[in-house]
């Protein structure tokens, strides 16, 4: 079974990406598949530097916040990127779901599950949603200024929108333990090989 994980930023996907792991299950970051895939000299990373300068790159390195200030200004740029990285990404996660053993479990965290085109391939769609003054506050932690806050919420698909193709709905506002709790309630409700919630 392949479970996507998906929701907006500063929802907290990875919290919850990470307390699946905690039961034995596989999870797969596309965000850590996109920074493999941007290392220097890779095929992505010279049509990216082709595409939007040198000025994006800090040394030999793509400086993802330098990338970020040019994209998130412009849609047509950020189509760009998604155009360039997208079929990449998508490359390797359907070859892991390819490789997939019998009763092998498979989560993946995906903030463009709907967007990239991935939904076709995963069996359940997890949705995670907060409250926006919490999104906010964790994407202001999380080093952003409140302009690139502003910028960057404005070019994602509305909650509501992904929440129309999930499985199960998980509201990340509360404490951790309500959060934990239903990411155990869901997975009692798929039956997963008996596996026990590890504490």
Request: hydrophobic residues 40%.
């Amino acid at each position: 079974m392949v479970i996507g994980i998906t929701g907006n930023f500063g929802v907290g996907k990875t919290t919850i990406a990470r307390m699946f792991r905690r039961l034995g299950v596989r999870v797969i970051d596309a965000d850590q598949i996109a920074h493999m895939i941007l290392r220097p000299y890779t095929s992505a990373y010279k049509q990216i530097i082709a595409c939007f300068g040198k000025g994006i790159l800090a040394g030999v390195f793509i400086s993802r916040r330098r990338l970020a200030k040019i994209v998130f200004l412009d849609k047509k740029k950020l189509k760009r990127l998604n155009k360039i990285t997208h079929p990449k990404i998508l490359k390797i996660i359907k070859s892991k779901i390819k490789h997939l053993t019998e009763n092998e479990i498979l989560v993946i965290d995906a903030a463009l599950l709907v967007e990239s085109g991935l939904l076709p391939w995963v069996d359940r769609v997890v949705v995670v949603k907060c409250k926006p003054r919490i999104q906010i506050d964790r994407l202001r932690k999380s080093g952003l200024t409140a302009q690139e806050v502003k910028r960057r919420l404005n070019f994602q698909s509305p909650q509501d929108e992904k929440i129309k193709f999930a499985d199960f709905v998980i509201d990340n506002s509360g404490r951790r333990s309500q959060t934990e709790k239903q990411v155990r309630d869901i997975w009692e409700k798929l039956n997963m090989g008996g596996r026990k919630w590890k504490k």
